[in-house]
């Protein structure tokens, strides 16, 4: 069994098809295909449920996946001790929200692992940060993929997928979003976001009589609002950290709520070099923001 496979089964629970994974990965899909069959071969079990349009993971799937993850990333940190260092300056585009969730922890890893990797970070919107990156004003970005793929002339690393939640006042006691909406000021999500164009289909699935004077972009800005009791809102997930600032009850929006995919994107002539491999393995190493 060769050990791209568990890398390539990452890259399908990260980006959550076969598709995203063969972009990732620098494959087809039918590569893709091939190496989860090979797998489920192996281990003789199916490791994807395909009864349905799209392909979804098994408990099984998730398993494997976490038993192989950490090993799989101390093997990388091995094989980069018998290289010669990486070093030098990185320009990293990201967004706002990441620069609270994401950035700390990404840092620490990469001045503990690469001490002579000087990462600096350029805060930006997603379209003014891949337009920097294919003008050569950037290296790389952790942007929101937009939801037809992005730039084939870039390339795209997905790195986990962030669900769409409701927030209400910490004293709501509404348990569906019309009831929510009905009595609660909409505060959207800038619509002209990947998140904020989702949270506007489920507002006008659910609650299509809600009432909405503001639309803002920034997720801490919005989550003070509906904590001091200004409305309620939809947006991707806040994290802990965020919460115990302005607390907020949060609302599942059920199985079937809808998610942003964030991902690593870079010029496609550029993703083979030594600096970009070092800020690619970093950013799996600290996966998902807590």
Same mark, same amino acid.
């Given at each position: 069994?060769?050990?791209?496979?568990?890398?390539?089964?990452?890259?399908?629970?990260?980006?959550?098809?076969?598709?995203?994974?063969?972009?990732?990965?620098?494959?087809?899909?039918?590569?893709?295909?091939?190496?989860?069959?090979?797998?489920?071969?192996?281990? =003789?079990?199916?490791?994807?449920?395909?009864?349905?349009?799209?392909?979804?993971?098994?408990?099984?799937?998730? %398993?494997?996946?976490?038993?192989?993850?950490?090993?799989?990333?101390?093997?990388?940190?091995?094989?980069?001790?018998?290289?010669?260092?990486?070093?030098?300056? @990185?320009?990293?585009?990201?967004?706002?929200?990441?620069?609270?969730?994401?950035?700390?922890?990404?840092?620490?890893?990469?001045?503990?692992?690469?001490?002579?990797?000087?990462?600096?970070?350029?805060? =930006?919107?997603?379209?003014? @940060?891949?337009?920097?990156?294919?003008? =050569?004003?950037?290296?790389?970005?952790? *942007?929101?993929?937009?939801?037809?793929?992005?730039?084939?002339?870039?390339?795209?690393?997905?790195?986990?997928? %962030?669900?769409?939640?409701? $927030?209400?006042?910490?004293?709501? +006691?509404?348990?569906?979003?019309? %009831?929510?909406?009905?009595?609660?000021?909409?505060?959207?999500?800038?619509?002209?976001?990947?998140?904020?164009?989702?949270?506007?289909?489920?507002?006008?699935?659910?609650?299509?009589?809600?009432?909405?004077?503001?639309?803002?972009?920034?997720?801490?800005? $919005?989550?003070?609002?509906?904590?001091? =009791?200004?409305?309620?809102?939809?947006?991707?997930? $806040?994290?802990?950290?965020?919460?115990?600032?302005?607390?907020? +009850?949060?609302?599942?929006?059920?199985?079937?709520?809808?998610?942003?995919?964030?991902?690593?994107?870079?010029?496609?002539?550029?993703?083979?070099? +030594?600096? $970009?491999?070092?800020?690619?393995?970093?950013?799996?190493? *600290?996966?998902?923001?807590?």
């Amino acid at each position: 069994m060769k050990i791209e496979c568990f890398h390539t089964l990452d890259a399908v629970l990260r980006g959550g098809s076969f598709a995203a994974a063969a972009s990732a990965m620098n494959l087809s899909p039918s590569a893709v295909s091939l190496q989860m069959k090979q797998l489920e071969s192996h281990l =003789g079990q199916a490791l994807f449920d395909r009864s349905a349009l799209q392909v979804r993971p098994t408990a099984l799937a998730h %398993e494997v996946n976490a038993l192989f993850k950490d090993p799989l990333g101390r093997l990388a940190v091995l094989r980069q001790r018998h290289t010669p260092a990486v070093e030098g300056a @990185l320009r990293l585009g990201i967004i706002e929200p990441l620069q609270v969730t994401l950035l700390p922890a990404l840092l620490l890893r990469v001045r503990a692992q690469y001490p002579q990797l000087d990462v600096r970070p350029i805060r =930006g919107r997603v379209a003014d @940060l891949t337009e920097q990156l294919r003008g =050569g004003q950037l290296d790389a970005a952790v *942007v929101v993929r937009p939801e037809h793929g992005g730039s084939s002339r870039l390339a795209w690393t997905p790195l986990y997928r %962030e669900t769409l939640v409701a $927030i209400a006042p910490p004293d709501a +006691r509404e348990t569906r979003l019309d %009831e929510l909406f009905a009595r609660h000021e909409w505060i959207r999500f800038d619509k002209s976001t990947v998140g904020g164009r989702l949270a506007a289909r489920v507002v006008a699935e659910h609650a299509p009589h809600a009432r909405c004077r503001i639309d803002l972009q920034s997720l801490a800005a $919005i989550t003070a609002l509906v904590s001091a =009791g200004l409305g309620a809102s939809i947006l991707p997930e $806040i994290g802990p950290n965020l919460m115990n600032v302005h607390p907020v +009850r949060v609302l599942s929006l059920g199985k079937r709520a809808p998610h942003r995919q964030i991902a690593l994107v870079c010029r496609r002539a550029d993703q083979d070099l +030594r600096t $970009i491999e070092a800020l690619k393995a970093c950013l799996l190493q *600290v996966g998902r923001p807590a």
